[in-house]
């Protein structure tokens, strides 16, 4: 079965860059996307389509997708991203496939 | 806007089934594809299954095959996921959420209903 593996945590200071990885075989053929979890809440698409935000998200969300490694990045980050995010990957093979998860600590 | 208002919390024996609704306003039913995603306590998300537009069939992932049957009464706008056999490792959040098929995200998600088994 298809596995999606991301860093189980990322710690970064407020204000700089996080970066957030998700490594599949071939993850670049095919589409990601990006969710926030805070604790107790659902899940919040951040990002789609590799590098797409829905209406609402900050624009310090950004994404990119290539070779076997999609990268979440999160520039000048505030107190109030520090979440779980979990990666999704799809195609008519693997259907449906979240990674690991990464909890990110704004320090 | 889609509003997906889940059913409330729910404690099961083991062996027994459960059965977790997902109302849809804002959109009906037909007009979307709805999936089921759960969540086991200080884990991660795991997709179980839903509606392929593709085909207009129901799709589960392998490991839930035979023990879950994700229905929808269009009358009602009312999505349901049940769960047979439950083990104690069901324990978890499930969650209903939309899929946008041509990107195959979850754009809209359900608050969640928390299902526990224990004897």
């Known amino acids: 079965s298809y596995e999606l593996t991301q860093p189980p945590s990322v710690s970064v200071s407020p204000g700089q860059t996080a970066s957030i990885t998700c490594s599949g075989d071939k993850l670049g053929d095919k589409y990601a996307c990006w969710y926030q979890q805070k604790p107790g809440q659902s899940p919040v698409l951040v990002i789609y389509q590799d590098s797409k935000r829905p209406s609402g998200i900050p624009e310090r969300f950004s994404g990119s997708n290539s070779g076997n490694t999609a990268t979440l990045t999160i520039s000048g980050t505030q107190a109030m991203d520090e979440a779980d995010y979990y990666c999704?990957?799809?195609?008519?093979?693997?259907?449906?496939?979240f990674g690991t998860g990464t909890k990110v600590t704004v320090l | 806007q889609v509003q997906l208002v889940q059913s409330g919390a729910e404690v099961k024996k083991p062996g027994a089934s459960v059965k977790v609704s997902c109302k849809v306003s804002g959109y009906t039913l037909t007009e979307l594809s709805m999936h089921w995603v759960r969540q086991a306590p200080g884990k991660g998300l795991e997709w179980m299954g839903g509606f392929d537009p593709e085909d207009g069939e129901t799709i589960y992932a392998q490991k839930f095959q035979g023990r879950v049957t994700m229905t929808e009464d269009t009358s009602t706008d009312t999505a349901y996921m049940e769960l047979s056999s439950l083990r104690s490792e069901d324990t978890a959040v499930y969650y209903c959420?939309?899929?946008?098929?041509?990107?195959?995200?979850?754009?809209?998600w359900g608050q969640g209903t928390l299902v526990t088994v224990s004897s």
């Open positions: 959420a939309t899929l946008v098929a041509s990107s195959g995200y979850f754009d809209y």
């Open positions: 999704q990957a799809w195609d008519s093979s693997i259907l449906y496939v």
